[in-house]
């Protein structure tokens, strides 16, 4: 019983200060790192206080209550006070994880797997920057600044995501793409990245189907064939028929790994991108940061089959509509959820392999892909995202064309969809007024920009492929993406993407038929559907009707209000009451920003006041000879414990700020 009073003090104590810590340290505390930094706390100033008062001493209630009252409380300031340190510490190292928007993780784990997974998580992340600096990133991002280094760092970069491997290699074939941001340099080397996959075992594939299809595997599928006819580094594919409608299928598997990890090496991906865009001016103005956390958005859908199947559903039902005879293939939901894809197989051959007899000219092929194409993304926003000849399929049976593939599509807005049909014809006609209408919609706006500059520079490039019978799209886009560059504009994600898309359709559509111009054709799908779109009222007289009543039915209670309106706006005119004004605090975001700095600066100035106070009391009790400055020690030491409270606590306060700026 001598020994469990002080332990019963000790944990009396301990609750105290992990509550009044919580308190004091404010909102979103991190549990895991608060019971830690209480228990280094109540451990370490416990020993202090053993060693200093204890030691020596019988270990009863009796003793602990006969020291000297100052002394406990001490203790328990100090344990109080090296608690909200210790938190500070453990909040200003504490690696930025990720959550969905931004790519961070989070999850509800236990004590030792969170531990676990820290020390998992710190060995990669060293492994990782080792092999940068071995490979000279360090030195090669410092002094790129010149077309003589591009070389060297595009080597050094190669190779150290090679060597990290995983996703690492994935991010590089991504930025291989990026052909409108790298030189031709690192396009070169980044190309060079391989990975290599390989297929799933019986097993694995076996059990994967287990957890995944309702049913046993024999139930579902009447065949299926173990060996795939793809991989690649997310999952791979087989063919199989089902049992109850004896329909040929293709069968989509995940990889059973690639979600670990992905949430293991995500997080590595962006400290690495965010280390390398702070070493670098290079890095930051090519948005390294954004490229990596944009593949870690995208990464995300693909690893999710549910998107896919969505994706699928949403172009078949845009292509329902259509006359063109291009076919996406059925999704089959009962058998398809996260992991797994079973969907219609996809008939005839890849379109770099036509046959000589194709039922139809290749011309007209690849005018029905151009026209499917732009009428998925000017009529309805969102199309298939990756268009090479592999995801082509063409039957001469039907005279049919499959898309396959969906697990990346772009999606544009209306705005976008009216910029991008500008876009084409204005490089169609060599119209830079036309373009720069067609640019404006498509870029994020910045007002000091000046329209007849950005017209001139795009007039050059219009020049350049003025007078040629043919000229690469490639060429085109990437030098109109340099120019936007050059005047600081930026392209909208999506659009940027949709630009690829044109890049790699194009290929596509010079494949199947080598004299195809891609923005010849877009200007007769152009003119075809404007006229469709004139005559659509006539044609259907009572959908136009119904929707004319529709808007009508809108614009009417506003219509009413005008008359009053302006009514009452002339009588403020009288009045002298019509007042431009301009209030920053109308703006909720402003409000709540200014609000929090001055919060935060009442808070600054009052632990500052306290600390001034405080040392001026501990100067003056030094001169004072009364039993009064006993009295002015204790608040001294108070006002002091206070200031120091509140500067730990807007600390912490700051560095998350700064972690969710980032």
């Known amino acids: 019983m001598t020994i469990l009073k002080p332990i019963l003090l000790i944990l009396l104590v301990a609750v105290f200060t992990f509550f009044i810590s919580g308190r004091l340290i404010g909102a979103n505390v991190n549990l895991f790192k608060r019971v830690l930094s209480v228990v280094i706390s109540v451990s370490f100033t416990t020993f202090i206080y053993?060693?200093?008062?204890?030691?020596?001493?019988?270990?009863?209630?009796?003793?602990?209550?006969?020291?000297?009252?100052?002394?406990?409380?001490?203790?328990?300031?100090?344990?109080?006070?090296?608690?909200?340190?210790?938190?500070?510490?453990?909040?200003?190292?504490?690696?930025?994880?990720?959550?969905?928007?931004?790519?961070?993780?989070?999850?509800?784990?236990?004590?030792v797997k969170k531990i676990v997974g820290y020390w998992r998580h710190q060995k990669r992340l060293r492994n990782v920057v080792r092999i940068a600096v071995t490979n000279g990133i360090t030195r090669t991002v410092k002094y790129a600044r010149n077309r003589d280094s591009d070389r060297e760092l595009a080597v050094a970069l190669r190779e150290t995501l090679e060597q990290c491997g995983g996703i690492f290699i994935k991010f590089g074939q991504v930025l291989s793409t990026r052909k409108e941001l790298f030189s031709p340099i690192f396009i070169e080397e980044l190309e060079k990245l391989q990975q290599n996959v390989t297929t799933l075992s019986d097993n694995q594939v076996h059990e994967i189907l287990k957890?995944?299809?309702?049913?046993?595997?024999?139930?579902?599928?009447?065949?299926?064939?173990?060996?795939?006819?793809?991989?690649?580094?997310?999952?791979?594919?087989?063919?199989?028929?089902?049992?109850?409608?004896?329909?040929?299928?293709?069968?989509?598997?995940?990889?059973?790994?690639?979600?670990?990890?992905?949430?293991?090496?995500?997080?590595?991906?962006?400290?690495?991108?965010?280390?390398?865009?702070?070493?670098?001016?290079?890095?930051?103005?090519?948005?390294?940061?954004?490229?990596?956390?944009?593949?870690?958005?995208?990464?995300?859908?693909?690893?999710?089959f549910k998107i896919e199947a969505r994706n699928m559903t949403q172009i078949s039902n845009v292509m329902k509509k259509s006359d063109l005879r291009v076919n996406i293939p059925k999704i089959y939901d009962e058998y398809s959820n996260e992991n797994i894809l079973v969907m219609e197989l996809a008939k005839g051959v890849s379109v770099a392999n036509l046959p000589q007899e194709t039922g139809m000219s290749r011309h007209n092929i690849a005018e029905t892909l151009l026209f499917s194409y732009l009428e998925q993304a000017l009529v309805s926003g969102i199309f298939h995202?990756?268009?090479?000849?592999?995801?082509?399929?063409?039957?001469?049976?039907?005279?049919?064309?499959?898309?396959?593939?969906?697990?990346?599509?772009?999606?544009?807005?209306?705005?976008?969809?009216?910029?991008?049909?500008l876009f084409f014809v204005g490089i169609q006609q060599s119209d830079s007024a036309i373009l720069y209408d067609g640019i404006s919609l498509l870029v994020k706006k910045r007002n000091d920009v000046d329209r007849g500059e950005l017209e001139q520079a795009i007039s050059q490039i219009l020049l350049k492929i003025s007078y040629v019978e043919r000229i690469r799209t490639d060429e085109i886009v990437y030098s109109i993406f340099s120019v936007i560059r050059d005047f600081g504009l930026q392209f909208?994600?999506?659009?940027?993407?949709?630009?690829?898309?044109?890049?790699?359709?194009?290929?596509?559509?010079?494949?199947?038929?080598?004299?195809?111009?891609?923005?010849?054709?877009?200007?007769?799908?152009?003119?075809?559907?404007?006229?469709?779109?004139?005559?659509?009222?006539?044609?259907?007289?009572?959908?136009t009707k119904e929707r004319i009543e529709e808007e009508l039915?809108?614009?009417?209670?506003?219509?009413?209000?005008?008359p009053r309106r302006v009514d009452q706006l002339f009588k403020k005119v009288e009045d002298g009451k019509v007042i431009l004004h301009h209030d920053i605090f109308s703006d909720k975001n402003n409000k709540n920003f200014v609000t929090q700095l001055f919060s935060r600066f009442v808070l600054l100035f009052v632990g500052i006041t306290f600390g001034v106070i405080s040392v001026a009391l501990l100067a003056i009790s030094q001169v004072v000879h009364t039993a009064y400055a006993i009295y002015m020690n204790i608040a001294a030491y108070f006002g002091l414990f206070l200031c120091a409270v509140l500067l730990v606590r807007l600390s912490i306060q700051a560095i998350r700020d700064m972690k969710q700026i980032k």
């Open 211 to 304: 957890q995944n299809l309702r049913g046993e595997v024999d139930e579902v599928f009447s065949y299926f064939n173990r060996t795939p006819i793809a991989a690649a580094s997310i999952g791979q594919v087989h063919k199989a028929v089902l049992r109850q409608t004896n329909e040929q299928v293709v069968v989509k598997l995940l990889r059973p790994d690639v979600k670990d990890i992905m949430r293991e090496d995500l997080s590595i991906l962006m400290e690495f991108a965010n280390w390398i865009t702070s070493k670098s001016q290079w890095a930051e103005s090519m948005g390294f940061l954004d490229l990596a956390e944009g593949f870690a958005s995208s990464l995300r859908e693909e690893i999710d």
């Open 385 to 421: 995202a990756d268009p090479h000849p592999g995801n082509i399929y063409y039957d001469p049976t039907t005279r049919e064309i499959s898309v396959l593939d969906f697990g990346a599509v772009c999606r544009l807005s209306a705005s976008q969809q009216e910029g991008l049909k």
């Open 50 to 111: 053993w060693y200093t008062y204890l030691k020596g001493k019988e270990y009863t209630f009796d003793t602990v209550n006969s020291v000297v009252n100052v002394s406990t409380l001490l203790w328990i300031g100090s344990m109080l006070l090296i608690s909200m340190l210790i938190y500070l510490f453990f909040e200003l190292f504490d690696p930025i994880a990720f959550d969905e928007k931004s790519g961070r993780h989070h999850g509800k784990k236990s004590l």
């Open 492 to 543: 909208y994600p999506s659009v940027s993407l949709a630009l690829r898309v044109i890049v790699t359709l194009d290929g596509t559509l010079r494949i199947i038929d080598r004299h195809f111009n891609i923005f010849e054709e877009a200007k007769i799908y152009s003119s075809n559907f404007l006229k469709e779109t004139l005559k659509k009222p006539f044609k259907e007289p009572h959908a």
């Open 553 to 562: 039915a809108l614009m009417l209670p506003n219509l009413r209000k005008i």
